[in-house]
């Protein structure tokens, strides 16, 4: 049974503005071959992504275990720059330098040469997004992109969202400053979010739903982990998905989730996690098994805090 105490209409003056983003970094990949390099080693189509325009991407083990993901960003023909968390920028980009061989490409920490916003609210439309706009589409004017980003849904509310990248010095985009843990649960409520440190390795990317929100391509070539997560579409073997739920406790990404169904055993993960802005509870991304979902979902331990599942704000794609 839903719980979860219903979106208030107040809250939307919280909900718009501007919000630093020290979580995440971008990563720089820059030369002739920079888009076919990265095209190899990723979940997405990143050859034929033009110039100015953005896309979701996961980057795999051999045994299609995600490692990082992305917001990809083709600044320039020779340039693309990718955007994921903070704490899995060193691995992540030693592990795709020792990839580069021959390629003419440079692989750099471009951390400090970008700044990165979250807009949310009106400030997303204020920022060139423009109503209607698809996720993932960019808005590009002197030298800042604007990537709109899956919005934030609650009942019949949808928030905009929007990432803001520019070169350092350039200024802020407008809006009030918002908290983090506002843009935090505001991802939690779209649904998508980029890997994290303690989430290294425990998922293919359609435990994250991302074929289901642009970040996954079946047609293009290989890419490590690609039979892997092609295997898991095309032969209905999609066991675990994530799933928005509702707590009255805090939670933290990597957390074991149970089911009573199997004490033993825990049957889901927490992904990320975030407080209500109106301070009734906690609204959290959980990976968990179709099976435990039906079951009950418990924090902890099978003894734990419930967890209130509540709907997705997108369509899962069918098994193929």
């Not at 996690?273 to 979902?297: H, I, K, M, N």
């Not at 805090?305 to 794609?317: I, K, T």
């Amino acid at each position: 049974m839903n719980t979860r105490p219903e979106f208030s209409p107040t809250m939307n003056t919280v909900l718009n503005g501007s919000s630093p983003l020290p979580h995440l970094g971008v990563i720089q990949a820059q030369g002739e071959d920079a888009a076919n390099f990265l095209h190899n080693q990723l979940s997405n189509d990143v050859l034929l992504l033009p110039v100015g325009q953005a896309r979701l991407a996961a980057f795999c083990s051999a045994k299609g275990r995600m490692q990082a993901s992305f917001i990809v960003i083709k600044t320039a023909p020779d340039t693309v720059l990718l955007v994921l968390s903070l704490d899995l920028l060193a691995q992540t980009l030693k592990r795709l330098s020792m990839f580069v061989l021959r390629a003419k490409v440079k692989m750099s920490d471009a951390t400090g040469q970008w700044q990165l916003r979250g807009l949310l609210g009106d400030s997303a439309w204020s920022s060139a997004v423009q109503v209607g706009m698809a996720p993932w589409q960019t808005v590009v004017a002197e030298g800042a992109h604007t990537v709109a980003l899956h919005p934030a849904v609650l009942g019949e509310a949808r928030i905009p969202r929007a990432l803001w990248i520019a070169p350092m010095g350039q200024p802020l985009p407008s809006g009030s400053e918002l908290a983090v843990d506002v843009w935090l649960w505001g991802e939690v409520m779209s649904g998508v979010t980029l890997l994290s440190q303690p989430l290294f390795e425990a998922f293919v990317p359609q435990m994250l739903n991302y074929e289901s929100v642009g970040g996954v391509n079946f047609k293009k070539g290989c890419y490590p982990g690609q039979e892997v997560v092609a295997r898991s579409q095309f032969r209905g073997t999609l066991k675990r998905r994530t799933a928005l739920v509702h707590s009255p406790v805090a939670l933290v990404a990597g957390q074991d989730v149970f089911t009573s169904a199997d004490p033993e055993q825990p049957c889901a993960t927490v992904v990320l996690s975030a407080a209500r802005p109106d301070g009734q509870g906690f609204d959290a991304l959980v990976s968990g098994t179709l099976e435990s979902q039906a079951s009950g979902w418990r924090v902890g331990s099978a003894q734990g805090q419930v967890l209130d599942l509540l709907p997705l704000p997108y369509a899962l794609l069918e098994d193929i």
